[in-house]
């Protein structure tokens, strides 16, 4: 056989170094049909492909299951191995479907138990349109879950379902330190009065997250299991490093006409009741607001990315507005991400409500921080000024440290973003 048509086949004298080979394996990484075929080339290159092959792991169903454990059951070369390969596990479906509490879901297969305790080297794991209770989750599961849960940097819980916010606090208490958690969303059903006693003790009571990312919808979801924790003086408190609120669907324009915008009007009404009745739970069992950031839930910055704004009213602008006025936003620094923005666009008279409510906090907290931070060239600033001036008068003339900054993502780590122009108002 000449030498061309033994390059890396397995052949004594391949003509290109191992390293090569692996170097074009991993370039097709995504590339699960790409990957299929590089693992049948020869034994050297199996270990590659199947690494980046199995890092992703989602059981849906029954079947995902049943599939699963023929793979790693088979004869081929370390098949075994292969639970030890996944860094990103997904539990639920792919796509969204109705949450019935009555109706098993894959947390309630037994099959999956014996597949759980095989995953030990998990990095992100995701609850995918999940429901999480009772009758849907069997004990055995919810424990292995949980064990995945305290070992693993990200968490997603997407379009999750809960009876109760121990559960919440349970998982989110399985890990002290956590590198980031995604919520969009995780649906609460508890918060009528009485509330029961707590029946699980955290397992850490204190936890630190460096980065939560949430739709504000998810993130009350969140600021009410914290509250009850808070007023049934629950033995947990969370530090997050950076919340980011993302507009995400709820950018698009709010109609003034019915029944779209009655629609919102409930849900906000619904929603300010609850966080009524949270704080009614509180006050009864001796506690005010103030000691619930103190003790509880402390937010040492708040990212909001909304492009949107300055020029319209939303559902997410609104939404924010009553966030805001609920005081469920108490942060040290805020900073808007007006990415997508022109400062030629700024309505003025859209911003009043957000403009009055942003002054209003930061005359309580002469130390708060607010920016405005825009992706753009150091010779937009004075337009972008003049647009924050215009749009937020109220709360740049109340002495607080406000910040308009231009920045850039050049020659920054992925994520970053660092300033190239920047103007302060005293």
Not at 4 to 14: A, F
Not at 286 to 299: E, P, V
Request: with cysteine; glycine share 4%; net charge negative.
């Amino acid at each position: 056989m000449s030498p061309r048509n033994s390059v890396c086949t397995g052949q004594r004298t391949p003509t290109l170094p191992q390293e090569l080979c692996e170097a074009v394996i991993d370039f097709a990484w995504e590339d699960s049909s790409t990957l299929k075929t590089c693992s049948l080339v020869s034994r050297a290159w199996l270990p590659t492909s199947r690494m980046h092959k199995f890092s992703f792991a989602r059981f849906g169903e029954h079947g995902d299951i049943i599939s699963f454990q023929a793979i790693i059951s088979s004869p081929l070369l370390d098949s075994y191995r292969i639970p030890c390969l996944v860094r990103d596990l997904c539990l639920g479906k792919e796509e969204e479907e109705e949450i019935v509490d009555s109706q098993p879901s894959v947390l309630h297969d037994a099959e999956l138990l014996s597949l759980l305790e095989k995953f030990t080297t998990v990095q992100t794991l995701r609850l995918n349109y999940v429901c999480w209770s009772l009758y849907t989750v069997l004990p055995a599961v919810s424990d292995a879950v949980t064990v995945i849960a305290s070992q693993v940097a990200c968490l997603h819980l997407h379009w999750s379902d809960s009876d109760d916010s121990e559960d919440l606090v349970h998982i989110l208490s399985s890990s002290p330190r956590r590198s980031s958690v995604y919520f969009t969303s995780y649906t609460l059903q508890d918060s009528n009065l009485p509330w029961p006693r707590l029946t699980r003790e955290p397992i850490n009571p204190t936890i630190s997250i460096g980065r939560m990312v949430a739709h504000w919808d998810s993130y009350i979801r969140f600021y009410s299991a914290m509250l009850k924790t808070y007023a049934l003086r629950w033995p947990f408190a969370a530090t997050i490093e950076r919340l980011t609120l993302t507009e995400d669907a709820l950018g698009h324009p709010l109609f003034d006409r019915p029944p779209y915008s009655i629609e919102l009007e409930q849900e906000l009404s619904w929603r300010e009741s609850e966080m009524s009745v949270l704080r009614f739970g509180a006050r009864s069992s001796g506690r005010d607001d103030k000691g619930f950031t103190a003790t509880t839930l402390n937010i040492r910055s708040i990212e909001i990315n909304a492009p949107t704004i300055l020029r319209s009213k939303t559902i997410f602008s609104k939404s924010l507005t009553k966030l805001l006025e609920w005081r469920a936003l108490l942060t040290p620094r805020m900073r808007f991400i007006l990415d997508g923005s022109e400062p030629e666009s700024a309505v003025p008279e859209q911003c009043a409500g957000l403009d009055h409510t942003l002054a209003g906090l930061a005359a309580e907290d002469h130390d708060m921080g607010i920016s405005f931070d825009v992706q753009c060239t150091p010779e937009r600033l004075a337009n972008w000024i003049a647009a924050i001036s215009a749009c937020f008068p109220t709360l740049v003339a109340c002495g607080t440290r406000v910040e308009m900054v231009c920045s850039t993502t050049r020659d920054c780590p992925k994520g970053d973003r660092r300033p190239v122009a920047e103007h302060r108002w005293s």
